[in-house]
């Protein structure tokens, strides 16, 4: 027996031999892996729709427009929660809540 993490994000004492039980009340079990893999495809398809209309490269206070809205260092983008960390010469450099980096060219 033991702790597992459920598609809502709630977590649900589960004997992993009673799979049956599982199903009929309509849980769904993700593997830590399957979990980490659809995050990034979330985090990879929005930046893949992100339209950046304008960049200012300034060191510290380099700042990107997107819908609008300018964005500086350190800012979260959209509603996922990714960080603007660095704007380079044709690159942004976002990161989510765990650290990890993902590079958008402009």
């Known amino acids: 027996m033991g702790w597992a993490r459920v598609k809502a994000g709630l977590r649900v004492w589960a004997c992993l ?3 049956s039980r599982q199903s009929e009340a ?3 079990l993700e593997k830590p892996e399957e979990r980490e893999r659809k995050r990034v495809d979330i985090v990879e398809t929005f930046l893949r729709s992100l339209q950046v209309q304008g960049v200012r490269l300034q060191g510290k206070n380099s700042r990107i ?3 609008g809205v300018p ?3 350190g800012e979260k983008v959209g509603s996922i929660g ?3 960390e660095s704007v380079e010469p044709q690159k942004l450099i976002f ?3 765990g650290g990890k980096k993902y590079p958008k060219s402009y």
């Open 17 to 19: 031999g009673l799979s």
């Open 95 to 97: 990161s989510d809540s």
């Open 26 to 28: 309509g849980l769904v």
């Open 65 to 67: 427009m997107v819908d």
């Open 82 to 84: 990714l960080v603007l």
């Open 71 to 73: 964005i500086g260092l």
